[in-house]
């Protein structure tokens, strides 16, 4: 019976880069991308100023009289369960340093930001132009009730524009893929 004998090849020698990368080598992580550091201020972000508005919102007696301001509670509850459930995925991430950069978990998390952005954007809009025919063309709006209104509002578009990067940042990391 024969037997085979292991082949022996030479290893060629590794290419020089003259201290410089190679030309498809990408930067590590951008700031604000899942499962950073600066992914997580944003989520934190995002559900802060989300919290602010849902609370202010419904600390108002009179507001579910109102339907746009009844979609701006409800916007911003879902904009609060969509950013702690990704900012407990990024807290998990930087804890067991691993790397969110799944194709497919990028491109739920881009839906999401996307589908949130667009809710609570519409959100604050309605309510500050509800606002703003309630105080100015009927004149109706109690001492303080106006400003509470305007205030839920300006939560609710901070939270949208830190939505916004978190989507950005997204959706950069799936388009450059």
Same mark, same amino acid.
């Given at each position: ?52 508005? !849902?609370? /202010?919102?419904?600390?108002? $007696?009179?507001?579910? +009289?109102?339907? =746009?301001? *009844? ?5 911003? @509850? ?30 739920? !998390?881009? /839906?999401?930001?996307?589908? $949130?952005?667009?809710? +609570?954007?519409? =959100?604050? *809009? ?5 606002? @703003? ?45």
């Amino acid at each position: 019976m024969e037997r085979s004998h292991p082949a022996v090849h030479p290893v060629a020698v590794p290419p020089q880069f003259d201290n410089q990368p190679p030309p498809n080598l990408r930067m590590k992580d951008l700031p604000g991308s899942p499962g950073t550091l600066g992914g997580l201020a944003l989520r934190v972000g995002q559900f802060g100023f989300a919290i602010i508005a !849902f609370g /202010v919102m419904v600390a108002m $007696t009179d507001f579910s +009289t109102v339907t =746009a301001f *009844c979609y701006l509670v409800a916007a911003m @509850v879902l904009q609060c369960l969509w950013s702690i459930s990704l900012a407990m995925i990024d807290l998990y991430a930087l804890l067991t340093r691993r790397s969110l950069r799944n194709s497919l978990l990028v491109g739920i !998390f881009v /839906v999401g930001d996307g589908v $949130t952005s667009t809710l +609570t954007l519409a =959100a604050a *809009c309605a309510t500050a132009g509800i606002t @703003v025919f309630i105080d100015n063309d009927l004149g109706e709006c109690g001492p303080s009730h106006c400003a509470k209104y305007e205030a839920a509002a300006a939560m609710a578009f901070l939270s949208w524009v830190l939505i916004q990067l978190s989507f950005l940042f997204s959706f950069y990391l799936l388009a450059t893929r």
